[in-house]
């Protein structure tokens, strides 16, 4: 199957700073991706949908201006936690869409805001 | 917009156990089905997937069927594995553009 990669898989950081993750997809090009968070124990909740070239779609309850999320080319989105605080602490996972109708996810990213 | 329900685990079954884990959704229209796992430590795998009504995806000895009339899209295994321990993730998908909406997930314990 198709490879997501994200980076960095772990970050700590200062609570004020802002936090930059990568998505890859290594073998295919996304035109879409998406973003979810994971609360421990909890299941996915989709946080904004990433289009190639356009403004991210960002689900009700999700602050765009804190979760800046930029798709600049086919193979690679990013997620910017701006000015994170320990309640942005989480894991941030991504996947990929194919024309497939096939989703292809990232292993995730697990930030924690001191 | 859509929605799932997933049984609640944790479930905890003894090798070569028989495995239900029931789903069902609410959706307008007929979305694509998806069943994720994510084992320890990694992230999210496609298990199976059904696109139709009365399609029956499998994989791994895994298999769910696509029921319109219920709603439904349970996954079952005939004998489970203690590699098989991890959390599974139903979810619908809709038909534009691939957003998937996730159940709450249940985790499964296999013991040998």
């Known amino acids: 199957g198709a490879v997501v990669s994200q980076h960095p898989s772990r970050v700590i950081c200062k609570s004020g700073t802002s936090v930059k993750i990568e998505c890859r997809s290594l073998?295919?090009?996304?035109?879409?991706m998406f973003w979810y968070r994971q609360f421990p124990k909890k299941s996915l909740m989709l946080m904004a949908t990433s289009n190639e070239g356009s403004k991210a779609t960002y689900e009700q309850g999700v602050e765009k201006d804190k979760f800046l999320i930029n798709h600049a080319s086919l193979t690679l989105s990013t997620l910017t936690v701006t000015s994170a605080h320990p309640e942005d602490s989480s894991f941030y996972i991504c996947?990929?869409?194919?024309?497939?109708?096939?989703?292809?996810f990232g292993p995730g990213t697990r930030l924690t805001v001191l | 917009g859509n929605s799932v329900t997933q049984m609640e685990g944790p479930v905890t079954l003894s090798e070569e156990a028989f495995l239900t884990i029931n789903c069902t959704y609410t959706?307008?229209?007929?979305?694509?089905l998806f069943w994720y796992v994510q084992y320890p430590g990694e992230g999210l795998q496609l298990l199976l997937k059904?696109?139709?009504?009365?399609d029956k995806g499998s994989n791994k000895g895994f298999e769910a069927t696509y029921r319109k009339e219920t709603t439904s899209f349970h996954l079952e295994k005939g004998s489970v594995q203690v590699s098989d321990s991890a959390v599974y993730f139903c979810?619908?998908?809709?038909?534009?553009?691939?957003?998937?909406?996730f159940g709450q997930g249940t985790e499964l314990s296999v013991k040998p």
């Open positions: 073998d295919f090009q996304a035109t879409t």
């Open positions: 979810a619908p998908g809709d038909n534009q553009g691939g957003k998937l909406i």
């Open positions: 959706a307008t229209g007929y979305p694509s």
């Open positions: 059904a696109t139709k009504a009365d």
């Open positions: 996947s990929a869409y194919d024309t497939d109708n096939e989703q292809f």
